[in-house]
Each structure stands twice: as C-alpha cells, then as structure tokens.
C-alpha cells in the first residue's frame, strides 16, 4: 500500500513538471494585428496602408471644405489663418502620395467617417450662427480645431507604425505634417483668445460708457 501511493506521487510529480516544462517553452502564437492577411500583408502593415488611406481621404475632402469656412469667417486673421492651412494642406496631399509612392502603391483612397462627420459639424455651425459675428468665428474656430485634433492625432499614430514597420523616411514625413498640424492648432488657439480679449474689452468700454 504503500509502494502504490509513494509510486503515485512520484507519477504525479513528473506530470506536473512536465507540464511547467511545456509552459516554459510555450511560444504564444503572434496576435490577430500581426498575423498574415490573404494579401500577404501582415495586420500591422496592412492597418498601416488603410490608416493612409484615410487620412489621404481625409486631407482631400479638407481641401473642398476649407474654402467654405474661409468664406463663412468674418475676422480678416482668421480668414488668414485658414486659407494659409489651405495651401498647407494640398501640400499634405502631395506628401501622402509620395508615401504611397515609396510603398509602391498608387495612392488610394478610403473613406474617412470621422472627417466628414468633423467637417458636417463646421457647416452646422455656419448655418446655426449670423454672419459677420464673433459666435461664427468662435464656432468655426472650434471646428478646425477638432479636425486639427483628429490629424494630430492620426498623424502621430502613423509615425509610430511607420517606426515600427521600419520605414523611418516616411515617419518622418509624417513627424514634418504632425508638426504643421500643431502650429495650425496652437495657430486657433491664439486667435480665439485674441478675439475673446478684444470682446472683453468692448465690453468693459461700453458699460463704463453708460455709467
């Protein structure tokens, strides 16, 4: 008796340590993101090719929207400030292409929800306020800046898959664009302010008026 139950414990240790042996030399299978597509990308690369696609969808559809909000702004600095970005963003639209020239693709487009929702968002504005007032360009100003938001936001992402795919020369030019993006948001930020501080102060001038 026992034999039988020192014969088992031996039996049950040696399965135990075989297991843990297995589990030490367990690979885990490479995620969903990294494995091979029907196409012969890998989820990574592939996630990287649509992000482009995106956003070059994105950059275009800008450049039909701009000239509307650029019409609609009353301040002369912020009708500046705009069709500056304008011509910054066709040039976007170029270097997008050049990537997808370097990864020898003919620039493709996808739809971008997020663009079209962000930019139905500034036309709404436009309807919603009088023109000529400084509730327009508040509102105009907070709309930019939520597509400026998106782009930062794209932009650094696609830096980072750039690195991470190897392809540095295009994380590069994505850093350069990510860079614009954020001038053109702290850009809006400065006329905001501008334009509340001269509000502000006609205020305070017309109630010290009527004192």
């Not at 930019?144 to 991470?164: F, N, P, W």
């Amino acid at each position: 008796m026992a034999r039988s139950s020192i014969s088992k414990k031996d039996t049950l240790k040696k399965t135990v340590s075989s297991k843990l042996q297995s589990s030490s030399d367990f690979q885990p299978e490479e995620s969903k993101i990294a494995s091979t597509s029907s196409g012969g990308e890998t989820g990574l690369q592939k996630l990287f090719t649509d992000s482009i696609k995106d956003i070059y969808w994105a950059e275009n559809h800008l450049v039909k929207s701009l000239p509307k909000m650029i019409n609609a702004a009353a301040s002369t600095q912020l009708q500046g400030a705009l069709s500056d970005h304008l011509t910054i963003t066709e040039e976007h639209v170029s270097r997008l292409e050049q990537v997808f020239e370097s990864l020898g693709k003919k620039p493709k487009a996808k739809k971008c929800d997020a663009m079209e929702g962000l930019t139905k968002e500034g036309e709404g504005v436009i309807e919603s306020t009088d023109a000529g007032t400084e509730a327009r360009d508040q509102g105009i100003i907070m709309a930019a800046q939520k597509v400026e938001h998106y782009e930062i936001a794209s932009y650094g992402g696609l830096s980072q898959l750039a690195k991470t795919l190897g392809f540095n020369d295009i994380s590069d030019i994505f850093e350069r664009t990510l860079a614009e993006e954020k001038e053109a948001d702290q850009l809006l930020t400065t006329i905001a302010e501008n334009s509340s501080s001269t509000s502000t102060n006609s205020n305070a001038g017309t109630t010290d008026e009527e004192i």
